[in-house]
């Protein structure tokens, strides 16, 4: 018996000899500083990156020959800072954010405090020349300082550094806005203070023709700031998934040594073999084998399954579960990046650091997009100089085309759904690899479950008994159980184990005799009993009676197992066995039928068993007595017929269908190469996760796809209001950061995805 899930201690690289090294990256501000620090990464021999902007975070593939020292190094050559994440800090992303909010937040503040009265003044010296005083400009200087100067510093050293890099980013054009709009404003004031403004009222907020700047430069400052304080905060808010998993595990751990004694330790000094204490309402510390005790186990934070489980001695237990009502002694087996919780943590780390084909594209625009931001801006100055516009005026539009242009949206639109989604997921028992999984979920039509093990629950019980006159139920199930007591066959294993549940203490079995195949042999109470195949009885000249026969056909007709049993050469009775159908199964397939796909039951059973099951659960076509390496085939000639194909399965033999498959699902329980070849796995042992899986990659899609609307959306539009003089450079600082909340404020609805509130049209929009 196992609790919980089974995930691999790792995920297999293509090349053994390569490692996997995570760097946290610091100092990015938007995609293309993304792009550069995976560039000059990738420029590396023997390496292959991939960074992520929203996480801030590059999962890097190397030889042995490349150092950590040399990835650490590129990054810095790149303009940026780094540091290797510890196994221990795998899904601790909170300190980081943290800290970086806490600072945005107190440049901020003073940004909006000062901001305010600068901007009432400047206005009003601009439009009422006759209340200026001596000194005015000093003051207005006096409020600007400390926000272009103490609360825009991040953005003027980062664009420095990229300076000295001959390299640009948001930050370029921020600094830039900055400075160019101060300069300007020191200018008109003492230069141009005696000149009169042309126009007034709302026309000077909406075209700021006349207007002194340094409104513009704190106002701009403090949208940005504000911009990537709330960014900050909800990248904190859509990693929280992964840092509820990260805090399961424990910090120390009470060891029992060899004497009886106790000994609380840190969980990083207990070894495999060593066997440690688990009190009521205590955390597992590691994945192990319960040798003593006996406690209903909480395992909703591993799985999302509320209902608990019940662990006694040999069971299987997870770290990062509760004991909830009794006291365990477990023998650990798994210990720290190989148990099952560490597994959990790297796949979610994983999957937020993919990247999707079309955010590749967007971030290579972003790479080109800041250096053709600022070559348009001087085009606008010029062109309104060339074509009779005052320099004010040409000044304002390419001081606008400077400020609105900020590809921060376009670099958070993928990466902040993925999180998001990544981290739901993982609460209801959805992990997704990577991207492309969560692409494929688009296009599948058809979706192919495996039968034992996934449809059913792959444990043979007892379903019915079926007495002959002169016996009972509990006579017949008494007799059977004690010989099938001494077999080791399935079959035999269900049936004693059913007469146990029923009848308790069973007599005992002597002279046992088994014959492969058919059936076994023992004396039972001084009573010869046989029990078998209807083939054993039919070939030695025993007739059944009737009503043994008639419930034979019936039962043999939907797919069940008969075993006959006589005692001193008379039948007594019929015993139905059969591996169950999961309470699950039937409503997972309408859900996929609901979401508009074709369901098919790939099984090595025979015709009949598979063909019952299937009309038991509604399956609408069933292939039946597939051999196991046959089963990739049977996969591929339907992707050969036009089909995008999903494989659902848990064993061994299903890992070459699963990988053959356009999308692959694992079955949580299941086997780690079942999990190893999956796209998708789903952690609860239910069927009903195959349909939430669906609708959850496919809201995820949408809310990629509508991110992205937005943020070309935003800067295909606000570029040429801006060239044309139509936008305030304040206003368009707004605009700017607001872009970038939106994508964000987007992403997080997703932490409130709930699958039975995804309508069926939202999922063929989707589609």
């Known amino acids: ?165 001959r390299a640009a980013s948001m930050d370029t054009l921020v600094s830039l806005g900055i400075t160019a709009s101060s300069a300007w404003s020191v200018y008109a004031m003492f230069v141009q203070a005696e000149r009169p403004s042309p126009v007034s009222g709302v026309w000077l907020l909406l075209r700021s023709e006349g207007a002194i700047y340094l409104e513009v430069a704190a106002g701009l400052t403090a949208f940005v700031l504000a911009g990537r304080y709330f960014e900050a905060k909800a990248r904190r808010n859509a990693g929280s998934a992964l840092r509820e998993l990260a805090a399961l595990q424990a910090k120390n751990v009470t060891v029992v040594l060899a004497d009886g004694a106790r000994r609380s330790v840190p969980i990083g000094e207990l070894r495999v073999g060593q066997r440690f204490l688990v009190r009521p309402g205590g955390t597992i510390a590691t994945d192990g084998r319960v040798v003593e005790g006996r406690a209903a186990v909480d395992t909703s934070t591993m799985t999302g399954e509320s209902v608990p489980v019940e662990a006694s001695e040999n069971t299987e237990v997870v770290g990062g579960t509760v004991a909830l009502d009794g006291t365990l002694v477990v023998e650990a087996t798994r210990i720290g990046r190989d148990t099952q919780l560490a ?143 001494a077999s080791e066959h399935p079959i035999g294993t269900a049936i004693t184990s059913a007469a146990r549940s029923e009848l308790g203490e069973l007599p005992s079995v002597s002279g046992f005799r088994a014959e492969p195949g058919l059936g076994a042999y023992g004396v039972v109470l001084d009573h010869e009993i046989v029990v078998g195949r209807a083939t054993l009885f039919t070939e030695r000249g025993v007739r059944l009676p009737r009503v043994i026969e008639n419930a034979r056909v019936a039962w043999e007709r939907q797919g069940r197992t008969t075993v006959v049993v006589s005692r001193d050469s008379e039948v007594i009775g019929l015993l139905a066995v059969s591996d169950l159908v999961k309470p699950s199964a039937a409503p997972a397939v309408a859900e996929l039928h609901r979401l508009g796909l074709r369901t ?54 299903d890992a070459p269908a699963l990988v053959t498959a356009d999308l692959g699902m694992a079955i949580g329980a299941g086997t780690d190469v079942a999990i190893d070849a999956a796209d998708l796995i789903l952690v609860r042992d239910e069927l009903t996760v195959v349909p939430d899986a669906v609708r959850l990659a496919r809201a995820a899609l949408w809310t990629i796809r509508g991110n992205l609307f937005w943020a070309f959306g935003y800067n295909v539009a606000a570029l040429p209001l801006a060239a044309a003089g139509l936008l305030n450079p304040l206003i368009a600082g707004a605009a ?30 989707v589609q």
Request: proline fraction near 4%; charge should be neutral.
């Open 343 to 485: 597994a959990m943590l790297r796949l979610v780390s994983q999957a937020q650091n993919g990247d999707a084909r079309v955010q590749r594209l967007v971030d290579r625009i972003s790479a080109f997009f800041v250096p053709a931001v600022l070559v348009l801006s001087v085009l606008t100055l010029v062109g309104w100089l060339a074509f009779g516009g005052s320099v004010e005026r040409s000044f304002s539009a390419a001081l606008a085309v400077l400020v609105i242009a900020c590809p921060c949206a376009l670099g958070l639109a993928t990466p902040t759904a993925l999180m998001v989604a990544s981290g739901r997921g993982a609460r209801l028992g959805v992990f997704i690899k990577g991207y492309q999984a969560m692409e494929s979920t688009r296009t599948i039509d058809t979706v192919v479950l495996d039968k034992t093990g996934t449809v059913t629950t792959g444990r043979m019980s007892v379903v019915d008994v079926q007495p002959t006159e002169g016996a009972s139920r509990a006579e017949v199930l008494q007799l059977a159980g004690a010989v099938e007591d």
């Open 1 to 165: 018996m196992r609790l919980g899930l089974a995930l691999p201690p790792g995920q297999p690289d293509a090349d053994a000899d390569l490692r996997e090294v995570e760097l946290s990256v610091s100092g990015m501000t938007c995609a293309a500083c993304a792009a550069r620090v995976e560039h000059r990464l990738n420029r590396l021999d023997g390496v292959r990156a991939t960074v992520n902007f929203a996480t801030g975070r590059a999962q890097v593939t190397a030889a042995p020959a490349v150092g950590d020292e040399s990835l650490v190094r590129a990054v810095v050559q790149a303009g940026y800072d780094a540091e290797l994440v510890e196994p221990a800090r795998l899904g601790d992303t909170d300190d980081g954010d943290s800290g970086r909010a806490r600072d945005l937040w107190r440049r901020l503040i003073l940004s909006v405090v000062l901001f305010v009265p600068l901007a009432d003044l400047s206005i009003t010296f601009t439009v009422l020349p006759q209340w200026r005083f001596t000194g005015w400009q000093w003051l207005l200087i006096g409020l600007a300082a400390p926000v272009i100067g103490w609360a825009a510093w991040p953005f003027h050293r980062a664009a420095a550094r990229n300076l000295r890099r």
């Open 736 to 765: 700017m950061a607001v872009s970038s909340l939106f994508v964000v404020s987007n992403s997080l609805r997703l932490r409130k995805f709930s699958p039975a509130a995804v309508p069926s049209s939202a999922d063929q929009v």
């Open 600 to 653: 098919v039951l790939l099984t090595g059973d025979n015709e009949e068993t598979a063909r019952a099951v299937g009309a038991e659960i509604g399956i609408q076509e069933v292939v039946a007595g597939v051999l196991p390496g046959d089963k990739a085939r049977e996969v591929a000639r339907l992707r050969a017929e036009g089909h995008t194909v999903a494989v659902v399965g848990d064993g061994v033999n």
